[in-house]
T-cell receptor, first 116, second 113 residues
Framework: AQSVSQHNHHVILSEAASLELGCNYS??????LFWYVQYPGQHLQLLLK??????LVKGIKGFEAEFIKSKFSFNLRKPSVQWSDTAEYFC??????????????FGQGTILTVHP | GAGVSQTPSNKVTEKGKYVELRCDPI?????LYWYRQSLGQGPEFLIY????????DSGLPNDRFFAVRPEGSVSTLKIQRTERGDSAVYLC???????????FGPGTRLTVL
């Protein structure tokens, strides 16, 4: 069975600090990888995704993530966070190819609080 | 354009009652997913529809849960004999293709007293 583990439940940073949120997954096959974000009072939104190709993917609002296949990891990074990045972040994995249909398995989420 | 909508946004019910939760996907999206998110957890898969048929219902917790999508658009998640443990946010997502980006609705917060 597939699973996703996010290393931190709650991260607190000051504005301009760098961010890295860890994500490791377990899945016996080719995967598509995602980071979703949920801002306070809003619904889940896609931040970035990896399907194939360059393992370093760039998303919205200056976020990027690196897929390291050998480590089964897909860590999210941002060089300089802003107060508006305060949100909950979810890593997710789905099987790719063949009869896969995009069923997402999510991690438990990381709450990011950025202080001005 | 319009996103995924879900109604009601909040539902409070008593233990043992029946509830229906509705999802309106983005027009033209053939793939529809239901997830359930408990407090402090990530969303968990419940069921997947491709068109009108439930292609995978392996995430439904038990036979009190059922979902339909009769015309390949709107979907309804039905819960019979609700229990306190069913309290959660029920999320719906749709996608233009099965392995595409999923667009999530705002969710229905179900509280069973």
């Amino acid at each position: 069975a597939q699973s996703v583990s996010q290393h931190n439940h709650h991260v607190i940073l000051s504005e301009a600090a760098s961010l890295e949120l860890g994500c490791n997954y377990s899945y016996g096959g080719t995967v598509n990888l995602f980071w979703y974000v949920q801002y306070p009072g809003q619904h889940l939104q896609l931040l970035l995704k990896y399907f194939s190709g360059d393992p370093l993917v760039k998303g919205i609002k200056g976020f990027e993530a690196e897929f390291i296949k050998s480590k089964f990891s897909f860590n999210l990074r941002k060089p300089s966070v802003q107060w508006s990045d305060t949100a909950e972040y979810f890593c997710a994995v789905a099987g790719a190819g063949g009869t896969s249909y995009g069923k997402l398995t999510f991690g438990q989420g990381t709450i990011l609080t950025v202080h001005p | 354009g319009a996103g995924v909508s879900q109604t009601p946004s909040n539902k409070v019910t008593e233990k043992g009652k029946y509830v229906e939760l509705r999802c309106d996907p983005i027009s033209g999206h053939t793939a529809l997913y239901w997830y359930r998110q408990s407090l402090g957890q990530g969303p968990e898969f419940l069921i997947y529809f491709q068109g009108t048929g439930a292609a995978d219902d392996s995430g439904l917790p038990n036979d009190r849960f059922f979902a339909v999508r009769p015309e390949g658009s709107v979907s309804t998640l039905k819960i019979q004999r609700t229990e306190r443990g069913d309290s959660a946010v029920y999320l719906c997502a749709s996608s233009p293709v099965p392995q595409g980006e999923q667009f999530f609705g705002p969710g229905t917060r179900l509280t069973v007293l």
